[in-house]
């Protein structure tokens, strides 16, 4: 019920006033039924918009500590993120990616929709970065069809770093549900689950019109933390 409350009452109606998003191709996530909805991070803020933009609920995983503290701070965290579609992670995998692995198979065995981001990391610089490849695994596990996503301009409203950016009107995309049933039963094949992922990247490359790196996005973003600690060296050097 504070899902509800937060979406079509509290927060929901100021963010579209404020903000008044843009939508496209609503109509391919189906009215009912699980799917997974695959999209690009540029900003903490996705999670915000894209969702809005839906009539249905849309889950995402979150860490578990987010919904175990103590103390009124955790009360309020734990309720904060349960009531804006977060999940924890499933503790009983046997790493993070594991247990997220669960706890959304759990959302779509119930019928609903997954928001995930394949990238595993918000973009550093703008650019769409290579997809991890457990989406592609959840896809064939669970056999639900995959909603490309592309989520623009809320790189512009709340930029890498900082809390605020500028207004602008976010713009989410939706593509047309993508089937891999053809590869049922191998789940288990790297040179598939690359294969999905790469397809499912491509779709939201299309429509976000990013610059596409095949790199992570967590490898990428090491490589500038350590090229501007360098550049930063030379210029105490020079001066």
């Keep these: 019920m504070f899902y509800w409350f937060l979406k079509f009452i509290a927060l929901g109606p100021l963010l579209k006033v404020i903000f008044r998003p843009r939508a496209e191709g609503v109509e391919n996530v189906p009215a009912e039924?699980?799917?997974?909805l695959a999209s690009n991070?540029?900003?903490?803020?996705?999670w915000?918009?894209?969702?809005?933009?839906?009539?249905?609920?849309?889950?995402?995983?979150?860490?578990?500590?987010?919904?175990?503290?103590?103390g009124v701070k955790g009360w309020l965290q734990k309720n904060f993120f349960s009531g804006t579609g977060n999940i924890p992670i499933?503790?009983?995998?046997?790493?993070?990616?594991a247990g997220a692995l669960i706890s959304a198979k759990k959302v779509l065995a119930d019928g609903e929709l997954f928001g995930i981001y394949p990238e595993g990391t918000r973009s550093h610089d703008g650019r769409l970065y290579r997809g991890k490849t457990g989406i592609a695994r959840l896809a064939l596990e669970t056999g639900v069809p995959v909603i490309p996503?592309?989520?623009?301009?809320?790189?512009?409203?709340?930029?890498p770093g900082k809390t605020f950016g500028r207004w602008t009107r976010p713009?989410?995309?939706?593509?047309?549900?993508?089937?891999f049933s053809r590869y049922a039963g191998m789940e288990n094949d790297r040179f598939i689950l690359r294969s999905i992922t790469d397809e499912i990247m491509y779709e939201i490359m299309r429509?976000?019109?990013q610059e596409y790196v095949d790199m992570y996005a967590t490898r990428a973003k090491s490589e500038a933390k350590k090229?501007?600690?360098?550049?930063?060296?030379?210029?105490?050097?020079a001066s």
Excluded: C
Excluded at 90 to 97: L, Y
């Design 33 to 36: 039924g699980p799917a997974i």
């Design 48 to 70: 915000l918009f894209m969702p809005l933009v839906v009539p249905r609920k849309v889950s995402f995983v979150a860490k578990a500590e987010y919904f175990t503290s103590p």
């Design 171 to 179: 713009h989410v995309r939706f593509g047309k549900p993508m089937d």
């Design 90 to 97: 499933d503790r009983s995998g046997a790493n993070a990616a």
């Design 207 to 209: 429509l976000s019109q």
């Design 41 to 46: 991070h540029l900003s903490y803020a996705d």
């Design 149 to 159: 996503v592309a989520v623009v301009g809320t790189d512009i409203v709340a930029p």
């Design 227 to 237: 090229a501007e600690h360098g550049d930063g060296e030379q210029r105490k050097l």
